[in-house]
């Protein structure tokens, strides 16, 4: 099998597998409206202040139901034996590791994406802004993704790695949060925002590039 | 070319060698920084502007200092044992997680003592300030990860494989985080600035940076040649010394 048809095949085999097992994906969805609807309600319902908070609350929930969704990245895989299979099948690891980061992606953070537009009535967020976050998470997810695959396959033999997930993850997405913030923060005093989401962009094609070789890395690891 | 250190890949010999590196270390360590904090806390001329609470910083420079230098060489030691597969390196790692950790720890509290007189505050998200906390994390995730393992030698892979995906990421957060700040309140803080220092005030400060790289040391060998009894326990070799 050629690799292209190779990388076709295994994420659309994501997709087959997820479209069975519907409530797996839509379990971080769920959190994902759950936290954004946690803020209106403890920090009252001042419109001011929601909308000046939108943003930050946008990414908190995205980080967070990453943290429930990442376990699941590879845990499946590793336990029935399939990712042994193709890690021995000759196929290239990082190819491999980098199919299910995009289909991951796909299932797991294009959806919270696109229903951080809650945060446009919930949290009276302007539209406008709202476009300029969803493009700070559409690149920012990408990264999530990435690292957290490396997090993920680091953790997934072990059993009581659950709250380690957070101390690995959440270090490692710091700058990710910092160029996001700057983009929102020109966004609202309508000042060019470019550069901050190009360096967005810049952090998820690196993470991308490098984040699957240590994925692979730590999956033989934790193969033995 | 590495002939000359091939026979420290034998767990006897490497545990003779940090037992022998400990033991010219440590009484450097503890002379130069009895020293340096005499010379520095009693001897050294007060700073100008900040009168005696400048003092700290015979102990948190060179913490600070150090927080970064162990993680880079936690880093280095991590890539070379995924590298060249050397079980003693990833030990290295490990024995170099928490006395990092620890140098963090003093740094961001030293820093936040000498803060309070001189900004007012405990703590402000500054950009020094900000990295140094995330470092801390960093090291706490690497002895974490480890923890979390059952197997050993699985943890202590996978804990040199966060060590280097830390050691990538450590300049890019440390950019970032100082690009966050210069962005928020540029001059808001006027940050210590490197002031050009009086060498009455920089020779203490010298020598207590050198003899906490020389704790570090003595400290990591230590620990480095206790992890290494441990993991070789079953062997006749540590029977012997223990037996001793």
């Not at chain 1, 994906?25 to 001011?48: A, E, M, Q, R």
């Amino acid at each position: 099998m050629s690799f292209s048809k190779f990388f076709v095949h295994s994420i659309k085999r994501d997709l087959q597998i997820a479209a069975i097992q519907k409530h797996e994906f839509l379990l971080p969805v769920l959190f994902f409206i759950l936290v954004i609807v946690l803020f209106p309600i403890t920090v009252g319902p001042d419109g001011k202040l929601l909308a000046r908070l939108a943003s930050a609350v946008g990414w908190i929930a995205l980080i967070l139901s990453m943290l429930i969704a990442l376990p699941r990245m590879f845990a499946e895989d590793y336990e029935n034996g399939w990712l042994e299979q193709l890690f021995l099948s000759g196929t290239p690891h990082s190819l491999i590791v980098t199919s299910r980061i995009i289909s991951f992606w796909l299932l797991y953070c294009l959806p919270l994406v696109i229903c951080s537009f809650l945060l446009v009535p919930f949290m009276s967020m302007e539209i406008n802004l709202w476009s300029v976050l969803v493009q700070t998470l559409l690149l920012g997810s990408i990264l999530t993704a990435c690292l957290g695959a490396v997090a993920s396959a680091l953790l997934v033999s072990s059993r009581k790695g659950g709250g380690v997930m957070a101390l690995l993850l959440i270090p490692l997405l710091i700058p990710a949060l910092i160029f996001a913030g700057a983009a929102m923060d020109a966004a609202q005093q309508s000042l060019p925002y470019t550069a901050p989401i190009t360096i967005l962009a810049a952090l998820a094609v690196f993470s991308l590039t490098i984040a699957p070789l240590a994925t692979a890395q730590a999956l033989k690891l934790n193969m033995g | 070319m590495f002939r000359w250190l091939h026979p420290y890949a034998k767990p006897e010999k490497a545990y003779q060698l940090s037992m022998a590196f400990q033991k010219f270390f440590m009484p450097i360590a503890i002379i130069g920084l009895l020293v340096g904090c005499v010379w520095g806390l009693m001897f050294a001329p007060t700073d100008y502007q900040q009168s005696d609470s400048a003092r700290i910083m015979y102990i948190h420079v060179p913490a600070a200092i150090w927080s970064m230098g162990v993680y880079m060489s936690m880093g280095i030691a991590g890539f070379c044992a995924l590298v060249w597969q050397i079980r003693l390196l990833e030990i290295s790692v490990l024995a170099m997680a928490p006395i990092g950790a620890a140098f963090t720890a003093i740094a961001l509290f030293t820093g936040s003592l000498w803060g309070k007189p001189m900004w007012g505050t405990w703590w402000v998200w500054d950009a020094r300030l900000t990295s140094e906390l995330i470092l801390l994390f960093l090291y706490l995730g690497v002895f974490a990860l480890f923890q979390s393992f059952d197997d050993k030698r699985t943890g202590a892979k996978a804990a040199c494989i966060l060590a280097v995906i830390g050691m990538v990421n450590v300049p890019i957060i440390h950019y970032s985080v100082e690009w966050w700040n210069t962005l928020h309140q540029g001059a808001s803080i006027t940050k210590l600035d490197k002031p050009s220092i009086a060498p009455s005030m920089l020779w203490p400060l010298l020598i207590n940076i050198v003899s906490v790289l020389c704790l570090f040391i003595a400290f990591t060998c230590y620990r480095f040649a206790t992890e290494l009894l441990r993991a070789e326990s079953h062997r006749k070799w540590v029977l012997e010394i223990l037996g001793k």
